[in-house]
């Protein structure tokens, strides 16, 4: 039986453009903020809360993501990645983050996204790191890295799996935030109620979660 034959590679600047972020990871809650994507984003694979950044902040030509696109942490957790999805559409990235968007009819983001989760990929991020205090990856090094360039179908076929497993995680993030905040309702009123100082104003929050949270089911 003949083995499988290994796909083509070819060098991540071929097929991607490469940007290192610009933003430094400063929370604002201005009226004018502007959405922030950087390493925590990163961390929960885009599923955490919102942040942003003051448009003070942002420098000119700071890069924004797009769907699609792949973040990569170049510091800390070296390596990590997320795929941008909508929820996160035209958010500045982290300085200590860089963009890598395909620019090439011969691969998807998806499958750039599944391709920094292997072992091939961690070992060339392990290769090129700087052994220092605070190792970091240079984004010149990550455009030189190789990559397995599969057939279309089978890169579509990842992207749709990826696909159909964010937006069920989306749905139970969702649903984990609105339990937590149903968990301090509850608190909230069972204390008021105990300590007899109901004010009522906890009970009717409860009831807007609860028919909220029924609302949804």
């Not at 009819?105 to 392990?126: H, M």
């Amino acid at each position: 039986m003949n083995s499988p034959q290994s796909a083509p590679r070819a060098s991540l600047i071929d097929v991607a453009n490469v940007m290192r972020g610009a933003v430094t990871s400063k929370s604002s809650d201005a009226p004018d903020g502007v959405a922030f994507f950087g390493l925590a984003e990163i961390t929960a694979s885009g599923s955490g809360a919102a942040r942003s950044v003051s448009a003070d902040d942002v420098p000119d030509r700071a890069p924004g993501v797009e769907p699609g696109d792949v973040a990569v942490a170049l510091m800390s957790s070296i390596g990590n990645a997320a795929l941008i999805t909508a929820r996160h559409r035209g958010a500045v990235l982290g300085r200590e983050c860089a963009l890598v968007r395909p620019a090439s009819d011969r691969v998807t983001g998806a499958w750039i996204y599944g391709w920094t989760q292997s072992e091939d990929f961690k070992e060339q991020v392990r290769l090129h790191s700087t052994e220092s205090t605070m190792p970091r990856l240079g984004a010149k090094a990550l455009e030189q890295f190789t990559l397995p360039i599969p057939s279309l179908v089978a890169q579509r076929e990842l992207q749709e799996v990826v696909s159909e497993l964010d937006d069920a995680l989306a749905r139970v993030a969702d649903l984990q935030r609105g339990l937590q905040d149903l968990r301090q309702t509850e608190i909230e009123l069972r204390v008021a109620e105990a300590a007899g100082n109901d004010s009522g104003a906890p009970r009717d929050q409860h009831a807007r979660m609860t028919d909220m949270r029924g609302a949804e089911a």
